[in-house]
């Protein structure tokens, strides 16, 4: 029987229609503050008209800002989605508006609606965030593994600015007798990898049969198994292991998508374009461009083009070296656009030309891969399709994220991939544009994890 605190999709559901209804009666709010409380009948048509496709435009805007799956968000967080997917309501207003003929919705009531309606979402989201928070309660968990793979998860939940999940147990020996006797004492057990294929079988049919949920990490082993075809041959049943690339014809509307984007996103950013070229001149001497090599599909190499945001002999001779907090390589304008992200803008060119995707793992330098698949042959697996402007591991990761875990969103991208996923990790670009930490470089003085640092917080059985 599922359990009643759990956050289901029905329950979704059901807090996606009130908030849609509330976002009509924001609109109608709107309408009585632009005309004083007497709103003619032919304007509140224009509502009635249109309160359909503004229902469904709500849904499918905040589906895609994934507004409210709350499970790993902090308030900060939820403001900057919901005031993003009102933006981006407003821009829908107006085009529904224009589109319908509907021209007694005033663009003043719009625009007051951006203000209205981003204030009462705000507080009906928080609402529904805290009734959440409180019904789910913090989830205690054991981390199971090895002592360093167990230490680099610990490290990972504390990090977390979300306290929705907390280690209290760590297992680093006798696993099985060890997650049966403490069991009863956590919510969740997490098996941080490299346990032998007999005590991983125990632990699942012991938690399965106790009703325990279980997470698993992301090694190959079980991507591997993430999203099969099953198939049935007489009256045996057959999984079928999907590859790590996208099939032909998907790849095809991805290109076709790619292509539309870019091309938008040049003539609307045209104006930003030319600001940041004179910017860059007036700032620091060298060219406006920088011009790098990287490596896409089929791991062909391509010149990516980025406004250039460090000064013109950054690496003359240092040779290749990643970015890290504060470099002093990076100039005063430099600064502003790796944080703001313009800096990004010239590669929606690479994608017109066809060496990138707008969605997909990010292009790493031939020094760097070379490095990376030496250490993990299964690197070149991210090479089955095209690099991309922003990706899984951009909007989930932060720039220092180890490659070994930028790797795992990158083949859990692959394996996923639909053109949906590709418009909703877009739309949640948008989100991280506010997150400084996420546009940081490496931080060379960041204390390495220790156990000495979680001893008095978590039980650890070795």
Same mark, same amino acid.
């Given at each position: 029987?599922? !359990? ?34 007497? =709103?003619?009948?032919? *304007? ?46 407003? /821009? ?8 319908? *003929? ?6 003043? =009531? ?16 928080? $609402? ?42 760590? /297992?680093?020996?006798?696993?099985? *007798? ?7 004492? /956590? ?39 993430? *999203?099969?075809?099953?198939? !049935? ?10 590859? +790590?690339?996208?099939?032909?014809? @998907? ?16 003539? $609307? ?14 700032? %620091? ?8 090599? #990287? ?6 190499? +391509? ?11 950054? @690496? ?8 890290? %907090?504060?470099?002093? #390589? ?26 990138? %995707? ?8 031939? +020094? ?17 399709? #095209? ?17 070994? %875990? ?14 949906? +996923? ?7 670009? =948008? ?30 059985? @070795?």
């Amino acid at each position: 029987m599922r !359990n009643r605190s759990e956050w289901t999709n029905l329950l979704k559901v059901g807090v996606g229609v009130f908030s849609s209804l509330l976002f009509l009666a924001s609109i109608y709010l709107s309408f009585q503050i632009k005309f004083m409380g007497e =709103v003619p009948d032919r *304007n509140l048509s224009a509502l009635t008209s249109s309160s359909l496709w503004l229902l469904i435009g709500f849904f499918v805007i905040n589906i895609l800002f994934e507004t409210y799956t709350f499970y790993n968000k902090t308030l900060t967080e939820l403001f900057y989605i919901t005031a993003l997917s009102q933006v981006v309501l407003t /821009v829908y207003l107006m085009a529904l508006s224009f589109a319908g *003929n509907w021209l007694t919705f005033p663009r003043s =009531v719009i625009l007051i609606n951006l203000f209205v309606g981003t204030l009462i979402m705000f507080l009906s989201n928080t $609402v529904v965030y805290k009734a959440y928070q409180h019904f789910q309660g913090q989830k205690k968990v054991m981390v199971v593994g090895k002592p360093e793979r167990a230490l680099e998860a610990v490290h990972n939940f504390d990090l977390m600015p979300n306290r929705r999940h907390k280690v209290t147990h760590a /297992v680093l020996n006798d696993y099985v *007798n060890n997650v049966k006797r403490l069991a009863d004492e /956590v919510d969740i057990v997490y098996l941080a990898g490299e346990l032998n294929e007999n005590d991983k079988i125990a632990i699942y049919d012991y938690l399965m049969k106790h009703n325990k949920k279980l997470f698993l990490s992301t090694n190959f082993e079980n991507l591997v198994m993430v *999203n099969p075809n099953i198939m !049935n041959f007489q009256d045996e049943s057959i999984i079928e292991i999907s590859p +790590f690339r996208i099939p032909a014809s @998907e790849a095809l509307l991805k290109r076709l998508f790619d292509i539309v984007v870019s091309a938008i996103a040049l003539i $609307v950013l045209a104006p930003v374009f030319i600001a940041t070229a004179i910017a860059i001149k007036v700032d %620091s001497p060298g060219p406006i461009f920088y011009r790098q090599e #990287r490596v896409t599909l089929h791991q062909k190499s +391509f010149n990516i083009l980025k406004f250039r945001s460090m000064s013109a002999t950054a @690496e003359k001779d240092s040779g290749p070296v990643l970015a890290t %907090s504060n470099d002093a #390589r990076v100039t005063k304008v430099g600064k502003f656009l790796r944080q703001s992200r313009i800096d990004e803008i010239p590669q929606f060119i690479n994608v017109l030309k066809g060496d990138m %995707s707008i969605v997909g793992p990010r292009p790493e330098r031939p +020094f760097f891969v070379n490095q990376f698949v030496e250490q993990n042959p299964y690197y070149s697996l991210r090479h089955h399709v #095209r690099a991309g402007i922003t990706g899984y591991a951009q909007v989930y990761g932060k720039y220092s994220t180890d490659f070994n %875990s930028k790797l795992n969103f990158d083949l859990l991208y692959i394996k996923n991939y639909s053109l949906g +996923f590709d418009a909703k990790l877009l739309f949640q670009t =948008v989100g991280i544009l506010f997150d400084k930490l996420s546009s940081k470089g490496l931080d060379e003085e960041l204390l390495e994890p220790s156990w000495r640092f979680y001893r008095n917080e978590i039980k650890v059985i @070795e």
